[in-house]
Structure formats: structure tokens, C-alpha cells
């Protein structure tokens, strides 16, 4: 098992900028596909990021295509999302994640076999 822990979030104005950053415990880090979800008030929690094993295959929801950036320093067993141009409907908990596989087109909660605490994110309009 993995252990993730979050940071980064916070509260922002719309059109702002945040880091996440989740930094896993254990050598197997390395080895799989790790991400992020996130989950607004009365919503389910849905996927928004996810990053290959390497580092070589990004993969973005279709509502933060073009405004975040996911990253990953398998030295330092931490994936980042960087956060761009963040809007009022981007406010949710995001949580960090760790797949059961190298890589994959299709990312959902089932594949998920860890999962982090969460962080707030609030984007003020």
C-alpha cells in the first residue's frame, strides 16, 4: 500500500494560479499511474488528471484541458497539478491517487488502489 498526502490547496480568485503537490510513501510510487480526482458539494467525485508511470502520457478531463498541468518526480515520489487560469467551478476537494496500473486511456475510480486525504481548493469569482 501507498500513502498519499496533499498540499497546495487553498483559496484563490478566479483566473489564479495553485500547485497541488502529493507526496507518496513506499518504493512502489514509481511503478504505477498516479492522478487526480475531485469532488465538489453534492457532486460525485470525478476524474481530472492522470500521469503514466514515466511521466510520458498525460491525460486531462476535458474541462481542465489546457489550464492544468500534471507532472510527476519519481526521485521525489510526488505528482504535482499545476493549476491554471482556475475558475469558480473548479472549487472542490481534490484528492491524489494511485492506480493499479502502469498506464491506461480510461482512468476511473475502480482502478484507484489509493487514495489521499484531500485538499481544498476554493476559487472565488
Known amino acids: 500500500q501507498v500513502q498519499l498526502v496533499e498540499s497546495g490547496g487553498g483559496l484563490v480568485q478566479a483566473g489564479g494560479s495553485l500547485r497541488l503537490s502529493c507526496a507518496a510513501s513506499?518504493?512502489?510510487?514509481?511503478?504505477?499511474?498516479v492522478g487526480w480526482f475531485r469532488q465538489a458539494p453534492g457532486n460525485e467525485r470525478e476524474f481530472v488528471s492522470a500521469?503514466?508511470?514515466?511521466?510520458?502520457?498525460?491525460y486531462y478531463a476535458d474541462s481542465v484541458k489546457g489550464r492544468f498541468t500534471i507532472s510527476r518526480d519519481n526521485a521525489k515520489n510526488t505528482v504535482y497539478l499545476q493549476m491554471n487560469s482556475l475558475k469558480p467551478e473548479d472549487t472542490a476537494v481534490y484528492y491524489c491517487?494511485?492506480?493499479?496500473?502502469?498506464?491506461?486511456?480510461?482512468?476511473?475510480?475502480?482502478?484507484?488502489?489509493?487514495w489521499g486525504q484531500g485538499t481544498q481548493v476554493t476559487v472565488s469569482s
Open positions: 500521469i503514466s508511470w514515466n511521466g510520458n502520457s498525460p
Open positions: 513506499g518504493r512502489t510510487f514509481s511503478v504505477y499511474a
Open positions: 491517487a494511485r492506480f493499479k496500473f502502469r498506464y491506461s486511456t480510461d482512468y476511473y475510480e475502480g482502478s484507484v488502489a489509493d
